[in-house]
């Protein structure tokens, strides 16, 4: 089903590069684009009320990279509550969310693809809410099993970020591993 999909999305896709700490999309803007990255790490987040930066998730070489809600809240004109930014050089395409939803809708075998991939979202989304109740040593503990090599690709503070904890506590679970970044 992957190479089907592949081909008839094809036409749609756009050959794009993003710079690290350019942004695929933007807080505050409607979001029109899905991104699959052939190379590279982009990281999805939020901020808070109080400007505090949230790391959901990140995205690597062979992923889709944007904000489903945001797409599918673009829909209704409203603007996104999450940003995308590459966290080293990010080499990919760009689908326009618009055409692809329309082909979409024709198309019974992207139907199906979508939902298996809405599916799957869904699941690792919990996965990781579960992780995020582990103790802060625990969370690095996961993020390294799901993500392996990623650590030695972006900055500490990132994934201390992404482990909902201070860059100098990220330091010492470091220290205390006996694994200095």
């Known amino acids: 089903m992957y190479d089907e999909v592949t081909a008839l999305l094809a036409p ?4 794009v590069s993003f710079r690290k700490g350019e942004y695929l999309q933007r807080i505050g803007t409607i979001a029109q684009n899905l991104y699959w990255l052939h190379s590279g790490v982009a990281r999805t987040g939020f901020i808070t009320e109080a400007g505090a930066e949230v790391t959901l998730h990140f995205v690597t070489d062979g992923e889709p990279a944007a904000s489903h809600d945001d797409l599918l809240r673009a829909r209704d004109g409203l603007p996104a509550q999450h940003f995308v930014i590459a966290e080293t050089a990010v080499h990919g395409f760009k689908l326009d969310w618009a055409a692809y939803t329309a082909m979409r809708e024709s198309n019974s075998m992207l139907r199906d693809y979508y939902l298996k991939v809405s599916e799957c979202s869904i699941m690792e989304q919990a996965r990781r809410m579960c992780i995020n109740a582990a103790p802060a040593q625990g969370r690095l503990a996961a993020f390294r099993r799901e993500y392996p090599g990623l650590e030695q690709r972006i900055s500490q503070k990132v994934v201390a970020s992404f482990l909902g ?12 591993d006996g694994i200095d970044k």
Do not use: N
């Not at 904890?165 to 205390?176: A, C, E, F, V, W």
């Open 12 to 15: 749609l896709a756009t050959p």
């Open 165 to 176: 904890i201070t860059p100098q506590y990220m330091s010492q679970l470091l220290r205390s």
